[in-house]
């Protein structure tokens, strides 16, 4: 792209709203100032067209995406003494400050340590916003703001999980100590449940909110997005049907308003002891549908599966890389001599399970894209999972009759439809020379 397509002219400098972190992110003596951040980017103000070296000397010191704008020596001039106003009003960097400056970056977590820049997750980046180095006084400072003053008090040691909401986001925030020094990672999610259609996963996926009963299993690593799905399914149950829904999560991220459904969200650790204990609970409460936020152990393993097999219908999140690994982690979860029943109990009700990756999205600075294997469970599924053959379930994915799709196959689809691009599909992709070929039949269907 040429610089003068990213150009944008501003005639009187006067009325134009200076964003005091932006200002605050350019250091003086880069010949430019930082005036507001938009889709992604920082907007920066040179007094003349900036050549590609200092735009990206400036991107590189502030670590985030710029986009040049060229004034007139005189307008780059006021600009630049009421920055220096701005810049000076204050030198600490405080907690609004920081999830703000999160927020207009679109990042999606941000991690805080005395001694170093700020540091924050964009479009699945880590990036050091700055060069100014955070105080232990400002750290502490996030910490106490966002979940009381226990985290700084004497004696804190180890992790703290809490859940806090700031502008209509959820966040959920982890206090912890290294080399003596307090620090957090602080994930930021939508208040509000997402719709579904934008989430560009494949339709079949929809079709799991209105299952009567079964199982349901998220898997995918951290931060890939199985939060996000569940809670676009759980709106659409909460729409489209009137039923009691129990969630157990740790922490709850996002908050589902009362619609046509019963919603109660309970968060372990605050609002009970445990997923198992939660769980159990649960089973007494009369619910249709449950929610669980994680299977950690047999016992909640377990008890996710009796829920299951009595008529409730259940979404439940592991870490597995794929649906056979979703299936061996339950299975391997317990001794020899209980696999078999617990092959059996999953073969019975398990209904589907969703296997997803984040990958940079394409055209979007900052965002990314979720793209999902999708096991659709037939006949043959559950034959292979009742006899222990979980290796052959990747011969089950029979996308034209049910709707399952394997990752490279949602892979090559999210390429061929310009959703990802092909060197981040490529990068994760599990038998690449699988993934060419549906590539080429996808985009020959596409064109």
């Not at 920066?44 to 502030?62: F, G, K, T």
């Not at 701005?86 to 977590?109: M, Y």
């Not at 890939?224 to 489209?240: E, F, Y």
């Not at 999140?317 to 001599?337: C, K, N, Q, W």
């Amino acid at each position: 792209m040429r610089v003068s397509d990213l150009l944008a002219h501003v005639a009187d400098p006067a009325p134009v709203p200076l964003d005091p972190l932006a200002v605050r992110l350019v250091p003086e003596g880069a010949g430019a100032v930082g005036m507001g951040f938009a889709d992604g980017y920082l907007h920066v103000a040179w007094p003349r067209v900036p050549a590609p070296a200092d735009i990206a000397q400036v991107a590189a010191l502030v670590g985030v995406p710029v986009k040049p704008v060229a004034l007139s020596a005189e307008d780059y001039e006021v600009l630049a003494r009421r920055a220096s106003a701005l810049a000076t009003k204050d030198a600490t960097i405080g907690p609004s400050e920081v999830l703000d400056l999160a927020l207009s970056l679109g990042a999606s977590d941000v991690h805080l340590s005395a001694g170093l820049p700020p540091a924050f997750r964009v479009g699945g980046e880590l990036r050091s916003v700055g060069q100014a180095p955070m105080t232990a006084a400002e750290v502490a400072a996030v910490a106490e703001w966002l979940v009381g003053p226990k985290p700084v008090s004497e004696g804190f040691s180890g992790d703290l999980d809490r859940a806090s909401e700031y502008r209509g986001w959820r966040l959920r925030v982890n206090v912890f100590r290294q080399v003596g020094q307090l620090a957090l990672a602080v994930r930021l999610v939508p208040g509000m449940p997402p719709a579904f259609g934008s989430l560009g996963l494949p339709e079949v996926i929809e079709r799991f909110a209105y299952l009567p009963r079964g199982l349901v299993l998220f898997a995918g690593p951290t931060g890939s997005g199985k939060s996000t799905t569940q809670a676009a399914l759980l709106d659409i149950v909460n729409r489209t049907s009137s039923r009691h829904v129990i969630t157990i999560e740790d922490p709850i991220e996002y908050v589902h308003p009362q619609r046509n459904c019963v919603i109660h969200q309970r968060e372990v650790g605050q609002d009970t002891a445990s997923f198992a204990v939660a769980l159990r609970a649960a089973l007494r409460q009369d619910p249709d549908v449950v929610l669980v936020g994680e299977m950690r152990d047999p016992e909640t393993i377990s008890t996710t599966l009796t829920a299951a097999e009595t008529g409730h219908l259940v979404y439940a999140t592991l870490h597995a890389g794929s649906a056979a690994e979703a299936v061996d982690r339950i299975v391997d979860a317990f001794p020899a001599e209980a696999k078999a029943l617990v092959r059996t109990q999953l073969a019975s009700c398990l209904e589907g399970i969703v296997c997803q990756v984040l990958l940079p999205a394409a055209g979007r600075p900052g965002q990314r894209q979720a793209v999902a294997e999708v096991m659709v469970v037939h006949d043959a599924v559950r034959a292979h999972i009742r006899s222990g053959e979980v290796h052959q379930l990747r011969n089950d994915f029979r996308k034209d009759e049910l709707g399952s799709v394997s990752l490279d196959q949602a892979l090559a689809d999210a390429v061929a439809t310009g959703m990802v691009i092909e060197a981040d599909a490529r990068a994760v992709a599990r038998d690449p020379d699988a993934f060419h070929q549906f590539l080429r039949v996808a985009v020959g269907r596409v064109a």
